[in-house]
Every structure is written in structure tokens, then in C-alpha cells.
């Protein structure tokens, strides 16, 4: 069979056609990634702006897991919230109006007795009182309760003492006979407002009659701090408001995160502080500790409170020591993956 020959201009003009429009198609694209990058660096740049305002974060505990997550619009509505009331009603807020000390110094004060028992919100400075009580020689247990030794191991104090209250059993049932339970809570939550996965249990919310049931002299100490500060904190880490926001606790029912409101946050707050000191009032064989872990003289009132030199108080687990934690996470990933692929070399 004979091959037809196509003459070399024809060709040319047919792949000269279908390129042309290629070309135009590519140009296209082209500009409209530019513009929508162009667009997000502006975006980024007033965000950058407006978290520019210095603010000092007393940060709880926070275990480097994954990667920071990015803030919702829901997180960005809440901060901006904040920053407006700042700028209204001057660098604290009208968030800050609890008073630090309500009760005056008394002779009828219960001494300290064990255990002590951390009874305020998460984010409110728990890893320094955490830090504290252990350089001052005391077992101390923070979010994490039990035993090494035990058949479960180590798991969530919140999660243990849900278990133990749904069984029937004391509220501190195997959680280590620690000296100091500094933190309780627990809000390991996965998936949506309606359809979600973990658990969600404040004890010191929840709880509270449980735990005089087992310790009736029990020393409580209120951890308190800032309440827009404590807004931003939970905000910013790792999506607590939300987690919070599908939990169903004692006066902080479930809500969407469209419609959560830093009012909502800090009538929860606030509720908090009262039902402490209701309960203390209620039962008077407690003595409680307030610190105000923000304030310049929280050292001294743990000192003062329990003894230790003040050198033993230090503001743990700032911005400063995530970002340090998080790169000393780096690191290490960085330095097990070199040595998992020389070893793979060498096999």
C-alpha cells in the first residue's frame, strides 16, 4: 500500500492552529493563579496585622501531635470579638471584673490537707502548678491519671473518673493516690456537632459531690487567669473551642461553632468560679486556694499555700516553649527518618 505523503506546511498549520489556542488557554491560567495568589498574600498580610498586638500567653500543657491546626472563620470571628471589646473597654476587657481574693484571711481555715485538687479550667496554667508542685517534691499527676504498673496504663483522668461515676464507683478509683491532681478534664473530641467520636468529662464541673463523697477535706485550688486571655488561649489551641462547643456540659450545652460566642466562653468561665466557691461555701471542711496564675504575686501565693521557695514557681508551656517544644519535635522526626533510611541502606 502506498504512503501518502502530507506536505511539511500543512502540518505546520494544523499544529500551528491547536497551539495557538493551547498558548491562549495556558495565558489564561496563567493570570488567574497570579491573581488568586496575589489575593491571599494581601490576605495573609492583614492577618498578620491584626495578630500583631502583643499578648501573653499562659499556655497549658500541649502535646506536639500533628501540625498546628489553621483557625476556622468560626476562630477568626471569636478573636476579632475579643480584640473590639479590648479597644472598648480598655486592655483588660470587661472580661476581668472577678475578684482575686474574695475571701479575707481567717484563723477557721482548713489546713492543706491531701489531696490537692486543681478544680479551674483547662488553659488556666496548670503545667505551672504542674511544675511547681513536683519541684516541691510532690507526686503530681496532670490530665493523665493511674499507673504504669496498672492493666490499663496511664489514660485521661477525665476518661477514668467518667468510667468510674457511670460504674458506680468512686470518683479517684484507680488514678494513682497522687498528692496532686492538677488537671481532671478531658475533651478528646473527633468529628461534627452531631455525629462525634471521644470522650468530653469535667469532673471538677461535673463531679464535685463525688469527689467530697471520697475526700471531704480535700484542699482545692481555683485557678484563675485573665478570662480574655483564657478566650484567646482556648482559641488558639488545637481547636478546644470547638471540641468544647460539641460537648455537653453543665451549663455549656452543644452549639455549632457558627453560632459560639465569646460570651457564651466566658459565662462558662465565670460559672465555673462560682460553683467552686459555692461548693467550698456549702462545705466548708475544703480549704481553698485561689491563685491567679497571670497575676505578679501567683508565686508567692503558692509558696505561701504550700510551701517551697519561689524559685520553684515558673510560668510554664508560653507561646515561647510550644514553639520550642515543636522544634525539638522537628528535629527529632527529622533525625529518625535519616536513621531509618541509612538503615534501609545498609540492608
Given at each position: 500500500m502506498a504512503t501518502k505523503i502530507v506536505p511539511h506546511n500543512r502540518i505546520r498549520n494544523k499544529v500551528g492552529t491547536g497551539g495557538k489556542l493551547l498558548l491562549i488557554l495556558l495565558s489564561l491560567s496563567f493570570v488567574c493563579v497570579v491573581g488568586i495568589l496575589l489575593v491571599v498574600v494581601r490576605i495573609q498580610n492583614v492577618n498578620i496585622e491584626l495578630s500583631d498586638e502583643p499578648v501573653v500567653y499562659i499556655y497549658d500543657e500541649t502535646v506536639i501531635k500533628s501540625p498546628e491546626r489553621?483557625?476556622?472563620?468560626?476562630?477568626?470571628a471569636l478573636l476579632e470579638t475579643l480584640?473590639?471589646?479590648?479597644?472598648k473597654n480598655g486592655a483588660n476587657g470587661f472580661y476581668d471584673t472577678i475578684n482575686i481574693d474574695p475571701r479575707p484571711p481567717d484563723s477557721n481555715v482548713p489546713p492543706v490537707t491531701y489531696p490537692i485538687v486543681v478544680v479551674g479550667m483547662p488553659k488556666g496554667g496548670t503545667s505551672s502548678i504542674t511544675h511547681f508542685f513536683r519541684r516541691i517534691g510532690k507526686?503530681?499527676?496532670?490530665?493523665f491519671c493511674g499507673r504504669r504498673t496498672f492493666r490499663k496504663g496511664m489514660v485521661e483522668c477525665g476518661a477514668l473518673m467518667k468510667e468510674n461515676v457511670d460504674a458506680g464507683l468512686p470518683l479517684f478509683h484507680n488514678a494513682g493516690e497522687y498528692e496532686v491532681y492538677a488537671q481532671l478534664d478531658v475533651e478528646r473530641v473527633k468529628g461534627d456537632l452531631h455525629n462525634w467520636q471521644g470522650v468530653c468529662y469535667f469532673p471538677q464541673i461535673e463531679a464535685l459531690e463525688k469527689?467530697?463523697?471520697?475526700?471531704?477535706?480535700?484542699?482545692?485550688?481555683?485557678?484563675?487567669?485573665?478570662?480574655?486571655a483564657w478566650i484567646e488561649s482556648v482559641v488558639h489551641h488545637m481547636g478546644m473551642a470547638r471540641r468544647l462547643s460539641y460537648c455537653n456540659i453543665t451549663g455549656f450545652p452543644p452549639v455549632h461553632e457558627k453560632y459560639l460566642t465569646t460570651d457564651m466562653l466566658r459565662d462558662f468561665y465565670i460559672a465555673q468560679v462560682v460553683r467552686v466557691r459555692?461548693?467550698?461555701?456549702?462545705y466548708p471542711s475544703h480549704?481553698?486556694?485561689?491563685?491567679?496564675i497571670d497575676g505578679d504575686n501567683a508565686g508567692q501565693k503558692m509558696v505561701e499555700a504550700f510551701g517551697g521557695e519561689l524559685s520553684c514557681w515558673k510560668v510554664k508551656n508560653t507561646k515561647?516553649?510550644?514553639k520550642k517544644m515543636a522544634l525539638r519535635s522537628a528535629a527529632t522526626r527529622e533525625i529518625r527518618k535519616k536513621e531509618r533510611k541509612k538503615k534501609l541502606e545498609n540492608n
Open positions: 489553621k483557625k476556622s472563620s468560626f476562630d477568626k480584640r473590639k471589646d479590648k479597644n507526686g503530681t499527676s496532670h490530665q469527689m467530697h463523697e471520697q475526700y471531704p477535706e480535700a484542699t482545692l485550688v481555683l485557678n484563675k487567669r485573665s478570662v480574655s459555692e461548693f467550698v461555701a456549702k480549704r481553698l486556694v485561689e491563685v491567679q515561647q516553649d510550644v
